[in-house]
C-alpha cells in the first residue's frame, strides 16, 4: 500500500492489467499539515506533488496518465487548478473531468485529484495493491 500524507489505511493506488487506479490526492504535506490553505494554485501544486509520488511508486509518470478527475469546493479554485495541472501536463493533458462539490473530507481541502494511469513499460509494483 501506498501511503501520503496523513491517510487512514486506504490504498493510495491499485492496479490490474497494466491499468493503475490513483485514489484521489489532496494537498496534505509529508508532515500531514495542509499545504497552500487559501491560494488554490500552492494548494494545486502539492496536489500534483502527491500525485506524482503515487505514480512513480506505481512504475508510471505523468506521460501514463490517460484520466484525471478533479473535485473542487468552489469553482474559483479552477483558475489555480488548471495552472498547475498545465505546469505538469503542458498541452499534452489526459482527458479531464471537473466537478463542483459541496466538500470534501477535511475542510482546509478545496481540491482532490485522482488519476487513471496506463502502465506503458514493465514498472515497479511494489507498494501497489493489485
Known amino acids: 500500500m501506498i501511503r501520503i500524507g496523513a491517510t487512514t489505511g486506504m490504498s493510495q493506488a491499485t492496479a490490474r492489467s497494466g491499468v493503475v487506479h ?4 489532496v494537498a496534505w504535506g509529508d508532515d500531514g499539515e495542509v ?24 512504475g508510471c509518470g505523468f506521460d501514463d ?11 474559483a479554485d479552477f483558475p489555480g487548478y488548471a495552472a498547475a495541472k498545465a505546469a505538469v501536463f503542458g498541452d499534452q493533458a489526459p482527458a479531464c473531468t471537473t466537478v463542483v462539490v459541496a466538500a470534501l473530507l477535511d475542510p482546509r481541502l478545496s481540491i482532490e485529484v485522482e488519476a487513471v494511469a496506463i502502465r506503458t513499460a514493465a514498472g515497479s509494483t511494489a507498494g501497489v495493491a493489485s
Open 22 to 25: 490513483v485514489a484521489g490526492q
Open 35 to 58: 499545504v497552500g490553505e487559501g491560494d488554490s494554485r500552492r494548494h494545486a501544486d502539492q496536489v500534483f506533488a502527491n500525485l506524482r509520488r503515487v505514480l512513480a511508486e506505481a
Open 65 to 75: 496518465v490517460a484520466k484525471l478527475t478533479c473535485y473542487l469546493t468552489d469553482p
